[in-house]
Nanobody
Framework: QVQLVESGGGLVQVGDSLRLSCPASGLTFGTFSMGWFRQAPGKEREFVAYISRDGGTTTYKDSVKGRFTISRDNAKNTVYLQMNILKPEDTAVYLC??????????????????WGQGTQVTVSS
């Protein structure tokens, strides 16, 4: 049984930082591309960041470039999202997702095979 469990969310102030973690179990982690998505109340799920199986390729939503960094540790079966200079518009539930193999459509939630339950990030002004 595949499990992805996000953690690290919380309530922070504008300009603060958070580091999200998503350990995976039940799968051969190094064979999966990983993504982070977010969903705010009343809005569709949106792409945030992607990392390839070996970590050599990353892709970001334009509005988080330069502020967020996705990384992975295949020895620990974990993907991370370092979020700096947080803004109120970053408020959402953040979810990690796993995709077997590679994909060119990294921003589409439909190509991912497994999802976590999410962790809430709230940025207060």
């Amino acid at each position: 049984q595949v499990q992805l469990v996000e953690s690290g969310g919380g309530l922070v102030q504008v300009g603060d930082s958070l580091r999200l973690s998503c350990p995976a179990s039940g799968l051969t982690f190094g064979t999966f591309s990983m993504g982070w998505f977010r969903q705010a109340p009343g809005k569709e799920r949106e792409f945030v960041a992607y990392i390839s199986r070996d970590g050599g390729t990353t892709t970001y939503k334009d509005s988080v470039k330069g502020r967020f960094t996705i990384s992975r540790d295949n020895a620990k079966n974990t993907v991370y999202l370092q979020m700096n200079i947080l803004k109120p518009e970053d408020t959402a539930v953040y979810l990690c997702a796993a995709r077997k193999g590679t994909t060119i459509d990294v921003a589409s939630p439909h190509v991912y095979d497994y999802w976590g339950q999410g962790t809430q990030v709230t940025v207060s002004s």
